[in-house]
């Protein structure tokens, strides 16, 4: 296999892992409060070749999912719930979005 191919192969399986299901995950219910699973996606990978005396060709990589935050939706209003002790530009602007929606809604 050409490290063209190959590269082509890794880079399509890695497309079907990491699509967007992976980042915000499937909702889940309860009660009266949906929860929305959200993860931070990291993926490397490396190709390599040698095309000496005998042709070869290899490849690396990896892909990690961590779980960062749960999107909450309760009685109307959502905010963010964090798992990591700093909240990231994400966190800060699902936070402004109740803030938002009101601005919005007094401008109508």
Do not use: W
């Amino acid at each position: 296999m050409s490290i063209d191919n190959l590269a082509s192969v890794i880079l399509e399986k890695l497309r079907g892992i990491a699509q967007t299901d992976t980042v915000i995950g499937k909702p889940i219910v309860v009660d009266n409060t949906t929860l929305i699973p959200v993860s931070k996606v990291s993926v490397g990978f490396g190709l390599g070749s040698n095309t000496g005396k005998s042709e070869s060709t290899g490849s690396g990589g990896g892909l990690s999912v961590e779980p960062i935050a749960f999107i909450v939706v309760s009685d109307g209003n959502a905010r963010l719930m964090s798992l990591t002790r700093e909240k990231d530009v994400f966190g800060k602007a699902i936070d402004m979005v109740p803030e938002i929606l009101s601005l919005l809604k007094k401008d109508k």
